[in-house]
């Protein structure tokens, strides 16, 4: 019982050329194939969510539970099928997007304990949150910004509006020897509502998906 891959036949025949790369060599086109990868995969995060139960057990038996900062993050995720694909990367939100979930222990996070918060966080936050919680200076260098406030309901920590990443496809035209590498980039930028992609290559026009009537990046 598993749920659907988020996909369209219609993908398949884009016209867009690095959409069309994208899914020229479609993944899991077997139902009874894609099902049991994503059996696999679910299963593999009951393994996961099993591990960190007895991690905690443990953190609570040795009494580090009340004074240890929990941070829960990921590399990116599998696409398994949505899209046509496999992997990772790309575009499309189920290959950038990631979770974070953060267990501050001390009373100051307890007015948003168990809550989902707005706004945009970046893996690059994650340092400058951990040295805030350790109490060491946050160095000039780093690009991120300490989400602590936040997770403490400080009304003075305001949330990213917007994202930004990029994205090197030179793979998906690896049969492509005459490319420019250089011209195999894309930049993306999102907020709430929208999401723009821009291609380095002028001869590839850019995405645009309204993602607050098609979250699943179905329509450009």
């Known amino acids: 019982d598993m749920p659907e891959a988020n996909r369209r036949p219609e993908e398949l025949t884009s016209a867009h ?30 393994e996961l969510d099993t591990s960190l139960g007895i991690l905690f057990d443990a953190l609570k038996t040795s009494g580090q539970w009340d004074r240890t900062l929990i941070v829960f993050s990921s590399d990116h995720g599998d696409y398994v099928g949505d899209h046509y694909l496999d992997g990772k990367g790309r575009h499309y939100e189920t290959g950038i997007h990631v979770p ?12 948003t304990r168990g809550e989902q918060l707005d706004g945009f966080v970046e893996s690059i936050d994650l340092a400058p949150t951990l040295l805030e919680y350790l109490g060491v200076p946050v160095p000039d260098r780093f690009q991120g910004r300490s989400v602590l406030g936040r997770v403490r309901g400080k009304a003075d920590s305001e949330a990213k509006a917007e994202v930004y990443y990029e994205w090197d496809f ?16 894309l930049w993306a930028v999102r907020d709430n509502n929208w999401k723009y992609v821009q291609f380095a290559d002028e001869g590839m026009p850019p995405l645009l998906y309204d993602l607050s009537t098609d979250p699943e990046e179905q329509y450009n």
Do not use: K
């Open 100 to 111: 974070l979930i953060i267990r501050d222990p001390l009373p100051e996070a307890d007015s």
């Open 17 to 46: 050329p690095y959409l069309a790369a994208a899914h020229s060599d479609p993944q899991w086109a077997s139902e009874r194939d894609l099902r049991e990868a994503l059996a696999n995969y679910y299963g593999m995060i009951t």
């Open 170 to 185: 030179r793979g998906d035209f690896r049969q492509d020897t005459d490319r420019d590498p250089d011209r195999c980039l």
